[in-house]
T-cell receptor
Framework: DAGVIQSPRHEVTEMGQEVTLRCKPI?????LFWYRQTMMRGLELLIY????????DSGMPEDRFSAKMPNASFSTLKIQPSEPRDSAVYFC?????????????FGQGTRLTVV | LAKTTQPISMDSYEGQEVNITCSHN???????ITWYQQFPSQGPRFIIQ???TKVTNEVASLFIPADRKSSTLSLPRVSLSDTAVYYC???????????????FGTGTQLKVEL
């Protein structure tokens, strides 16, 4: 398996534009996580899905952020409209969570810059 | 979720053993302890996971005392390439356990020098 695949790797956009980040989890995994990482706030969990259903989106900062998982092999994180303070590295991770033990696999991240 | 406390930073030299301790006083019965490593510009990477006593793999050892209120990640003979941030997580990764949130704390920045 190629691991968790995120696209694009880098995104530069102007304030007010819509941004869509994409993630392909590892085949067979049933949980998917979206994180945002900045120097100031560290690694923040935004939302996670289990079996394609959003379980907890309490970390989503504002209504400008939305996430979907239409099927087990694809998820998107959308920011509309984007703002400079959204600049960060966004990570997607997937795991199999059927027992107490679990290992999450992270993608390479998308570095978003909003100017 | 059990809150974790770990040192913000640690310094070491190549060839030394490094022990990073994490406190998790309110760990629940079903919680597992998991450690991740993160290099700059990369996503976190799983290192080791355990429930009690000692777990060892090709990368590290994890020591968990009987009361499970703390854990120690042990890295034998570190090298420059072990310079990274190390995160301790505690939770029940089962679907219904709530620990599914996989929440990271501030981590420990380990710096290894020559």
């Amino acid at each position: 398996d190629a691991g968790v695949i995120q696209s694009p790797r880098h995104e530069v956009t102007e304030m007010g534009q819509e941004v869509t980040l994409r993630c392909k989890p590892i085949s067979g995994h049933n949980s998917l996580f979206w994180y945002r990482q900045t120097m100031m706030r560290g690694l923040e969990l935004l939302i996670y899905f289990n079996n394609n259903v959003p379980i907890d989106d309490s970390g989503m900062p504002e209504d400008r952020f939305s996430a979907k998982m239409p099927n087990a092999s694809f998820s998107t994180l959308k920011i509309q409209p984007s703002e400079p303070r959204d600049s960060a590295v966004y990570f997607c991770a997937s795991s199999w969570t059927g027992t107490g033990k679990s290992e999450a696999f992270f993608g390479q991240g998308t570095r978003l810059t909003v100017v | 979720l059990a809150k974790t406390t770990q040192p913000i930073s640690m310094d070491s030299y190549e060839g030394q053993e490094v022990n990073i301790t994490c406190s998790h006083n309110n760990i629940a019965t079903n919680d597992y302890i998991t450690w991740y490593q993160q290099f700059p510009s990369q996503g976190p990477r799983f290192i080791i996971q355990g429930y009690k006593t000692k777990v060892t793999n090709e990368v590290a050892s994890l020591f968990i005392p009987a009361d499970r209120k703390s854990s120690t990640l042990s890295l034998p003979r570190v090298s420059l390439s072990d310079t990274a941030v190390y995160y301790c997580l505690v939770g029940d990764m089962r679907v219904t356990g709530g620990g599914n949130k996989l929440t990271f704390g501030t981590g420990t920045q380990l710096k290894v020098e020559l």
